[in-house]
């Protein structure tokens, strides 16, 4: 783990490896990826099959077998605690309940010349949904990916996870139940992608594609983006993390480590003015590690991609959290919302000593699906608007277009296109 002031010598190089944490090597995985997703939009189905033989360890006996039945997730919801149950109902409800105020409207506004413009917002007719299904499977994905599609109404939508020895995770299962969605494929990495990009005969095309995944699932959303839209290129998960004496270390140091556990490429950043509190953190990580069940994991993204950066005032440390722009952030003062207008850029942002970011992972409300690696300075979180689209609306009555036609067919004219030009003039008195 990184532990160091800004006024050490070496501070800005240092820094300047943590801004350059985000950066995949797609290079080395790119051929791979493009081959997969030519067999997928040459083969369809049956490189699909061959697919699955190699990279899950099963083979179906053909497309029709990718489809899990709806009676399987009703029969794993049926299964489930009612405690765990009603944890997942909770969930899906706040997460509804948050992302409905987020659907976008549709306005038009009308000019005193008789001039109507507006904007028609409409779903997509299908969204593709990947959910990770490899080392861990993660149902509070399913929710996060599927709530905002339901809300901006989208018809149908396709979800694709990946189930190694053909053993659906149950949980994943369940949660699909309770989402009311049908169209589940056993189908996982970039074959699962092209496979939603360009159709196949099990697996419809769809118009969107969200979700998280590994270096080949990110590498082949970026290739297939233009065929379809996607929400975000999505590295390993993050949390940034600004504290002062008010702070718990015990509770921070264990915050930094939820982030931790998730992946060894994971990263956790503590920025602090206080070097007895950075000292505590550093303490109380190492006591954590030991009792955590993934501790292997956590170890070596703590060793290997986490930082305690101590800063001469709080003003410097959210500067720098500014650039480092983590994909969740927690503010851990007594007085957190003072410091919200100065921060600019992160995925989500947690106030207050009871808000640590597993509280957003599940039941909060807001979407998980934030973007990471720096890239929250230009994308938004996962919401309603990733799976509609917007149509300008225009109509001009015939004062309208006398009032200001005159000007349109200038223009035209200037940049020679005559046409333009013309079918204007030909509307004007």
């Known amino acids: 783990m990184i532990n160091i002031q800004t006024s050490d010598e070496n501070f800005q190089t240092v820094?300047?490896?943590?801004?350059?944490?985000?950066?995949?090597?797609m290079e080395h995985v790119s051929g791979i990826v493009k081959t997969i997703i030519d067999e997928i939009r040459i083969e369809k189905d049956s490189a699909l099959v061959r697919h699955i033989a190699k990279f899950d360890r099963w083979t179906p006996?053909?497309?029709?077998?990718?489809?899990?039945?709806?009676?399987?997730?009703?029969?794993?919801?049926?299964?489930?605690?009612p405690t765990l149950k009603s944890a997942l109902h909770l969930a899906y409800d706040r997460i509804r309940a948050y992302h409905e105020k987020q659907l976008p409207r549709s306005w038009f506004d009308t000019e005193a010349n008789?001039?109507?413009?507006?904007?028609?917002v409409t779903p997509v007719d299908r969204a593709g949904l990947y959910i990770p299904g490899g080392k861990a499977a993660y149902p509070s994905s399913l929710l996060m990916n599927v709530i905002p599609a339901q809300v901006a109404g989208v018809e149908h939508i396709i979800v694709c996870t990946p189930t190694p020895d053909n053993e659906p995770n149950a949980l994943l299962l369940a949660a699909c139940h309770l989402c009311g969605v049908s169209e589940v494929f056993k189908v996982g990495g970039a074959s699962a992608i092209a496979a939603m990009a360009y159709g196949t005969q099990s697996i419809p095309k769809v118009d969107v594609i969200t979700g998280p995944g590994n270096i080949f699932v990110a590498t082949a959303k970026k290739m297939v983006f233009g065929e379809v839209n996607i929400d975000m290129i999505a590295g390993p998960s993050e949390i940034g993390v600004l504290a002062d004496d008010s702070a718990n270390p015990e509770h921070i140091a264990i915050d930094l480590l939820s982030q931790a556990e998730h992946d060894e490429m994971a990263s956790s950043i503590l920025i602090t003015p206080s070097q007895k509190f950075a000292?505590?953190?550093?303490?109380?990580?190492?006591?954590?590690?030991?009792?955590?069940?993934?501790?292997?994991?956590?170890?070596?993204s703590i060793e290997?991609?986490?930082?305690?950066?101590?800063?001469?005032?709080?003003?410097?440390?959210?500067?720098?959290?500014?650039?480092?722009?983590?994909?969740?952030?927690?503010?851990?003062?007594?007085?957190?919302?003072?410091?919200?207008?100065?921060?600019?850029?992160?995925?989500a942002i947690f106030l207050g000593h009871n808000t640590p970011e597993a509280i957003g992972d599940y039941v909060a409300g807001p979407n998980h699906t934030l973007p990471t690696g720096g890239t929250a300075k230009f994308y938004s979180p996962l919401g309603v608007e990733n799976f509609m689209k917007k149509s300008s609306i225009i109509s001009f009555s015939k004062q309208a277009i006398n009032e200001i036609g005159e000007a349109c067919a200038l223009i035209a004219h200037t940049e020679g296109l005559g046409a333009h030009e013309a079918s204007v003039r030909c509307r004007l008195n």
């Not at 001469?312 to 480092?324: D, F, H, P, R, Y």
Request: with cysteine; glycine share 4%; proline share 4%.
């Open 61 to 81: 006996a053909s497309g029709c077998e990718l489809k899990i039945p709806s009676e399987d997730m009703k029969d794993a919801y049926d299964a489930l605690e």
């Open 279 to 300: 000292d505590a953190c550093a303490f109380e990580i190492e006591i954590w590690l030991k009792k955590l069940p993934r501790e292997e994991i956590a170890r070596k």
């Open 15 to 25: 820094f300047e490896e943590l801004l350059n944490r985000g950066k995949m090597d």
């Open 114 to 120: 008789g001039t109507i413009l507006g904007q028609k």
């Open 304 to 347: 290997e991609r986490a930082a305690i950066i101590v800063t001469e005032t709080m003003e410097e440390a959210v500067k720098l959290m500014n650039c480092i722009a983590p994909e969740h952030l927690e503010v851990a003062t007594n007085n957190p919302f003072e410091l919200l207008a100065s921060i600019k850029h992160a995925g």
